[in-house]
């Protein structure tokens, strides 16, 4: 007769004990933010810019309209952007190619940004393969894994960033930003296995490598250490450098890159 009185006396203890905590964070500077691209691959590349928010805003993030985008080559060419959409700007006439540098300045808000990338020289996709696994193991979940098999480049200093993709879909987790340098392989015949992910059959699975320019290759991996930032040794967090460079003079900073790469890709189904 007395656990119902009981139950009931430490409900009310556990929820006496509960305080509700509002932080009062401060809100900083809307900055720019950059997310743009240009490949070997032919066009169109899209540059998207939009300012920065607190961190709990749930609302989407402003797009800047109505900035002025020029971009040019260590060829001459030269090409104003057309806006298709709020903060959305095309690049339709340059054509990306291995060897080819690049300068974007931005004119937006009063201010002037410049980034500066390169398009390097890359390893090629020799094949695919698949193995089956009949069990789960420690490692291993029951499905099918791909494989990469390539040559790599003799002469270090390359980095790359390798994507996979699930009948269309891009996999695109924290875990799943996969970069590496040749650092410890250098002009090795790679073959390893994307162990992270195993797949039904019937599954057509897409694995594309892009030959990353180094400064791109260090954005991309502190990325990477944010995003899996957690747990009790947690780092608290900071905004990742960038090539997007306020040029104005004392302005506010930008964040996010613009960043040029080559694209070689291979497709297989699972059966």
């Known amino acids: 007769m007395l656990l119902r009185p009981l139950a009931a006396l430490t409900l009310l203890l556990l929820t006496?004990?509960?305080?509700?905590?509002?932080?009062?964070?401060?809100?900083?500077?809307?900055?720019?933010?950059?997310?743009?691209?240009?490949?070997?691959?032919?066009?169109?590349?899209?540059?998207?810019?939009?300012?920065?928010?607190?961190?709990?805003?749930?609302?989407?993030?402003?797009?800047?309209?109505?900035?002025?985008?020029?971009?040019?080559?260590?060829?001459?060419?030269?090409?104003?952007?057309?806006?298709?959409?709020?903060?959305?700007?095309?690049?339709?006439?340059?054509?990306?190619?291995?060897?080819?540098?690049?300068?974007?300045?931005?004119?937006?808000d009063g201010q002037t940004y410049r980034a500066q990338t390169e398009i390097r020289r890359t390893m090629s996709i020799d094949s695919l393969g698949r193995r089956y696994i009949p069990e789960t193991t420690l490692l291993d979940s029951v499905g099918y894994q791909v494989s990469y098999h390539g040559q790599e480049l003799p002469g270090a200093g390359d980095y790359y960033r390798f994507k996979v993709y699930r009948n269309g879909r891009l996999w695109n987790r924290p875990l799943d930003l996969f970069v590496s340098s040749d650092e410890l392989v250098d002009g090795n015949y790679l073959s390893f296995l994307f162990r992270d992910h195993s797949y039904p059959k019937g599954t057509r699975v897409r694995v594309e490598i892009n030959s990353l320019p180094k400064d791109y290759f260090t954005f991309l991996t502190n990325l990477q250490t944010q995003l899996n930032n957690a747990g009790l040794f947690a780092a608290p967090p900071a905004n990742v450098g960038t090539n997007v460079l306020n040029t104005s003079g004392g302005g506010p900073a930008a964040v996010g890159y613009f960043a040029g790469y080559t694209v070689r890709a291979d497709s297989l189904v699972m059966k």
Do not use: H, W
């Not at 509960?18 to 743009?36: E, F, N, R, W, Y």
């Open 16 to 108: 006496s004990c509960t305080d509700v905590i509002k932080l009062d964070l401060p809100q900083g500077q809307p900055l720019l933010a950059v997310d743009g691209a240009i490949t070997d691959q032919p066009g169109p590349y899209v540059v998207r810019l939009s300012r920065t928010a607190p961190y709990f805003n749930p609302a989407a993030l402003p797009r800047v309209t109505g900035a002025v985008l020029t971009l040019t080559d260590n060829q001459g060419g030269r090409e104003t952007l057309r806006e298709r959409g709020p903060g959305e700007y095309v690049i339709s006439q340059l054509r990306g190619r291995v060897g080819g540098q690049y300068v974007l300045t931005i004119q937006a």
